[in-house]
T-cell receptor, first 115, second 113 residues
């Protein structure tokens, strides 16, 4: 049973436009969410996170929105740049700050930003 | 430089052989993790350790073993019992403020022929 779902395997946008990557989750116990960016044959790089007590967190060009009632979060990148082209993973945890902390990942969305 | 170091980056082994992947971190993080990535798949948790001399199975622990004798080190052994060992393996550790961010190493490619 996939608890974190990224239903779009790929997304293509034009440089300068907004990229919106979506993520849905099923486990109502998840209370902390993260987005990672990954290039081929490299480890994922942490981008931005959000606690379930918030509905928005912003860091430069990256903004994450959380809709708890819909069990949905999204990552907005604006403006998109060709260097943003990578696979983006959504991850969630049910025990933020606790001793049994671990992340459950979605399958990722390949973002391509065209010049 | 502070970070998570995985070695080797690429590893080839014959079927039936055990192989150990190294993971070292100098971030002073208590918790360490091993994930596996297959093509078109997300990251799946193999084992994790919250503290030295303690570790727990993740979602796909069968065919793997780990040890955590030192805070800095969390080696993963892929045994001959693992049916599909060819994959990209990622080591990670947990830290930051408030301590909910997991940071990854560069990964190790294991190919079993």
């Amino acid at each position: 049973d996939q608890q974190v779902k990224q239903n779009s395997p790929s997304l293509s946008v034009q440089e300068g436009r907004i990229s919106i990557l979506n993520c849905d989750y099923t486990n109502s116990m998840f209370d902390y969410f993260l987005w990672y960016k990954k290039y081929p044959a490299e480890g994922p790089t942490f981008l931005i996170s959000i606690s379930s007590i918030k509905d928005k967190n912003e860091d430069g060009r990256f903004t994450v929105f959380l809709n708890k009632s819909a069990k949905h979060l999204s990552l907005h990148i604006v403006p998109s740049q060709p260097g943003d082209s990578a696979v983006y993973f959504c991850a969630a945890s049910a025990n933020s700050g606790g001793s049994n902390y671990k992340l459950t990942f979605g399958k990722g969305t390949l973002l391509t930003v065209n010049p | 430089d502070g970070g998570i170091t995985q070695s080797p980056k690429y590893l080839f082994r014959k079927e039936g052989q055990n192989v150990t992947l190294s993971c070292e971190q100098n971030l002073n993080h208590d918790a360490m993790y091993w994930y596996r990535q297959d093509p078109g798949q997300g990251l799946r948790l193999i084992y994790y350790s919250q503290i030295v001399n303690d570790f727990q199975k993740g979602d796909i622990a069968e065919g793997y073993s780990v040890s955590r004798e030192k805070k800095e080190s969390f080696p993963l052994t892929v045994t001959s019992a693992q049916k599909n060992p060819t994959a990209f393996y990622l080591c990670a550790s947990r830290g930051g403020n408030p301590g909910n961010t997991i940071y990854f190493g560069e990964g190790s490619w294991l190919t079993v022929v």
